[in-house]
């Protein structure tokens, strides 16, 4: 399955309320309530899906995930820190790369961002990433046609590559008992708020777009 997740996981939240002000204290501007429908992890540029899921938070944006990644601590990121303090708060982004940032006791951890190269590796390894090694990511075949037609530099980046991707499901874990990517296709639909932000559209630079989203 080639997947695409926009997620910000919070764990064990307690009995929060869904709703307009929930959505306003962290950081959202200008989204607009929809409809009730079931939660999608892949939503467009301006949708927001936010559900609970037993005692954990999830909130769907595309674009959120590059406020958990600024080198300093934006507005948003504030307002989730503020709101959960206690909380680990994961965010992903999967599709064409893997970005994701991890908050333990309202402070980053760990940060990685690996597309068609390194662009961000913060923090120590944590212990989903540390035993994973070529070995465990490719199968014998794999890891000996790789070794024998890609270069050192390029057998790294997609070992990296690997890693980032395997670690970020394995993470998914510490919120479901099990990882994202081994749910049957009935345990995605849960019960979920959707909102939009119309100001977005027609607008073509996706830098804007992205910023247009967010309290600064």
Same mark, same amino acid.
């Given at each position: 399955m080639g997947w695409k997740i926009y997620v910000t996981f919070i764990k064990d939240v307690g009995d929060i309320e869904i709703n307009d002000t929930l959505i306003k204290s962290?950081? &959202?501007?200008?989204?607009?309530? %929809?409809e009730k429908t079931d939660f999608s992890e892949r939503p467009q540029s301006g949708e927001l899906y936010i559900s609970k899921y037993k005692s954990h938070?999830? %909130? /769907?944006? /595309?674009? +959120?995930?590059?406020?958990?990644?600024?080198?300093? %601590?934006?507005?948003?990121?504030?307002? &989730?820190?503020?709101? &959960?303090?206690?909380?680990? *708060? &994961?965010? +992903?982004?999967?599709?064409?790369?893997?970005?994701?940032?991890? %908050?333990?006791?309202?402070?980053?951890?760990?940060?990685?961002?690996?597309?068609?190269?390194?662009?961000?590796?913060?923090?120590?390894? *944590?212990?989903?990433? *540390?035993?994973?090694?070529?070995?465990?990511?490719?199968d014998e075949n794999e890891l000996n046609f790789m070794k024998e037609e890609l270069s050192k530099e390029e057998f790294e980046q997609q070992y990296q590559s690997n890693l980032a991707f395997e670690t970020a499901f394995e993470l998914t874990k510490r919120f479901f008992g099990i990882r994202y990517d081994e749910f049957d296709i009935k345990d995605y639909q849960f019960d979920s708020l959707k909102y939009r932000n119309f100001k977005i559209d027609g607008i073509r630079d996706s830098g804007i777009q992205t910023e247009m989203q967010f309290e600064q």
């Open positions: 962290l950081g &959202f501007k200008d989204f607009e309530f %929809i938070l999830l %909130i /769907a944006n /595309a674009d +959120l995930i590059w406020q958990f990644t600024k080198p300093d %601590i934006t507005k948003t990121v504030r307002n &989730f820190i503020e709101k &959960f303090p206690s909380s680990e *708060i &994961f965010s +992903l982004n999967l599709g064409y790369g893997t970005y994701y940032c991890l %908050i333990e006791n309202g402070k980053k951890i760990r940060v990685r961002e690996v597309g068609d190269e390194i662009h961000q590796d913060f923090g120590e390894q *944590i212990p989903e990433e *540390i035993n994973l090694k070529p070995e465990d990511l490719f």
